[in-house]
């Protein structure tokens, strides 16, 4: 079992940046690949960014190509994701998910586990 903890939302306004982290519980997390997805009110789920269990690969969704990084550090358990240049679009609960199946098992919106989520918001 795999607990996983968001932190690191909260408001900022357009331009600004946030670091939002992800901390597992347990000893497996380097056997899982992990991501990050979003939801709006009224939006469908998104997969944002994701990362391999070595970091070798890594993938983000064209809306925040070249505006956020994904990074985790297995020794701490820990995911992270960097969001700069935050836009309103990008306003949403942010969810961290774990899959031991890799990265593309992500991609296409399967998970292990989940967590509760933390809210970003972009004020304008």
């Known amino acids: 079992q795999v607990q996983l903890v968001e932190s690191g939302g909260g408001l900022v306004q357009a331009g600004g940046s946030l670091r939002l982290s992800c901390a597992a519980s347990g000893r497996t997390f380097s056997s899982y690949a992990m991501g990050w997805f979003r939801q709006a009110p009224g939006k469908e789920r998104e997969f944002v960014a994701g990362?391999?269990?070595?970091?070798?690969?890594?993938y983000y969704t064209d809306s925040v190509k070249g505006r956020s990084t994904i990074s985790r550090d297995n020794a701490k358990n820990t995911v992270y994701l960097q969001m700069n240049s935050l836009k309103p679009d990008d306003t949403a609960v942010y969810y961290c998910a774990a899959d031991r199946n890799g990265l593309e098992y992500l991609r296409k919106g399967q998970y292990d586990y989940w967590g509760q989520g933390t809210q970003v918001t972009v004020s304008s």
């Open positions: 990362i391999s269990r070595s970091s070798i690969s890594t």
